[in-house]
C-alpha cells in the first residue's frame, strides 16, 4: 500500500505560481512512478506531469508544458508540481498518484492522494 497526501492548493491570480506537494508513504518507492493529474467540473481526469522515482525521467501533458515542473525529493518521499503562468483554465482538483506500470495513463495508477483544490482567477 502506498499513503498519498496532497498539499498546496489555494486561490491565485492569473501568471502566479503555485507548488503542489505530494508526500508518499507506506512502501519504497523505487519501483514506481508518481504522477499528477486534474479533474475540473464536468469533465474527465487529465494526465499533467509525471516522473519516475528511480532515475527521474519526466512526461508531461502538452496544456503544461513548460510552465509546469514534476520533481521529487527522495530523502522526503516527495513529489512536486511547480506550477508557473497560471491560467483560469488551469482550475481543477490535482491530484497525486502511483503507478508501477506507465506513466500517462490514468487507469494504471493503482494509488491516490485525496486531491487539492487549485483555483486561478482571471
Known amino acids: 500500500q502506498v499513503q498519498l497526501v496532497e498539499t498546496g492548493g489555494g486561490l491565485v491570480q492569473a501568471g502566479a505560481s503555485l507548488r503542489l506537494s505530494c508526500a508518499a508513504s507506506?512502501?519504497?518507492?523505487?519501483?514506481?512512478?508518481m504522477g499528477w493529474f486534474r479533474q475540473a467540473p464536468g469533465e474527465e481526469r487529465e494526465f499533467v506531469a509525471a516522473?519516475?522515482?528511480?532515475?527521474?525521467?519526466?512526461y508531461y501533458g502538452d496544456s503544461v508544458k513548460g510552465r509546469f515542473t514534476i520533481s521529487r525529493d527522495i530523502a522526503k518521499s516527495t513529489v512536486y508540481l511547480q506550477m508557473n503562468s497560471l491560467k483560469p483554465e488551469d482550475t481543477a482538483v490535482y491530484y497525486c498518484?502511483?503507478?508501477?506500470?506507465?506513466?500517462?495513463?490514468?487507469?494504471?495508477?493503482?494509488?491516490w492522494g485525496q486531491g487539492t483544490q487549485v483555483t486561478v482567477s482571471s
Open positions: 507506506g512502501r519504497s518507492l523505487s519501483s514506481y512512478a
Open positions: 498518484a502511483a503507478t508501477t506500470q506507465g506513466m500517462a495513463v490514468t487507469e494504471l495508477y493503482r494509488y
Open positions: 516522473i519516475r522515482w528511480s532515475g527521474g525521467h519526466t
